[in-house]
């Protein structure tokens, strides 16, 4: 797990921007962002929730899915502060 610093970004290939718009999975064989990061990170974890990480990434639930992932990034800054999640300060360059 990575704290995201600009070597770690350049290692992955991404960009900070990338890096700060979506959430990612990176592995030798697969670049996903978004929903379909989040529906691998799932179907890796097994259990339970390896069908629910499935049908993120298939029609018709991969639409939703898709609506629903942009919509909680556009507002995850809403969302933290509702929730009581308080952003850890960077130290200083």
Known sequence: MSDG????LLTLGLSSSEAKSSVW????????????AIGRALQRVG???VGLGRAIRLPP????????????????HRLNKQAG??????PPK
């Open 5 to 8: 610093n600009e070597h770690d």
């Open 25 to 36: 999975w990176i592995d030798s064989d697969e670049r996903l962002a978004g929903h379909e």
């Open 47 to 49: 259990g339970i929730w």
């Open 61 to 76: 639930c991969s639409w939703i899915a898709s609506l629903t992932y942009r919509w909680v990034a556009a507002n995850r």
């Open 85 to 90: 999640v308080v952003r850890k300060q960077q």
